[in-house]
């Protein structure tokens, strides 16, 4: 059974830093990609950012391209989202998902992740 676990969030002042984590277990990754997701009270599940397990090929959303980073060990099945300049619309919940890579046009959109975590706060104050 896959099992997602996120954590790393918190609080944190504008233009601070953050890392969140995703530990995945329950299979093997290797055919997979990772994608974070964030939702903020009142708004939809956004995309933010995906990495593939194999090759480590990323995609990032442009709200948080070049601030934000994605990175994956493969030998401890984690994915991280280290977070640099943050902005208050940057508070939501985080998520971590993942599904078989099947491009990027689908790993940007929620519905194509067959597993999810329970997320992880992130307050940025301004």
């Known amino acids: 059974q896959v099992q997602l676990v996120e954590s790393g969030g918190g609080f944190v002042q504008a233009g601070g830093s953050l890392r969140v984590s995703c530990a995945a277990s329950?299979?093997?990754?290797?055919?997979?990609?990772t994608g974070w997701f964030r939702q903020a009270p009142g708004k939809e599940r956004e995309f933010v950012a995906a990495?593939?397990?194999?090759?480590?090929?990323?995609y990032y959303s442009d709200s948080v391209k070049g601030r934000f980073t994605i990175s994956r060990d493969n030998a401890k099945n984690m994915v991280y989202l280290q977070m640099n300049i943050l902005k208050p619309e940057d508070t939501a919940v985080y998520y971590c998902?993942?599904?078989?890579?099947?491009?990027?046009?689908?790993?940007?959109?929620?519905?194509?992740?067959?597993?999810w975590g329970q997320g992880t706060q992130v307050t940025v104050s301004s």
């Open positions: 329950g299979r093997t990754f290797s055919s997979y990609a």
């Open positions: 990495i593939t397990w194999a090759v480590g090929s990323t």
């Open positions: 998902a993942v599904a078989p890579f099947g491009g990027w046009g689908n790993m940007i959109k929620d519905v194509t992740y067959l597993y």
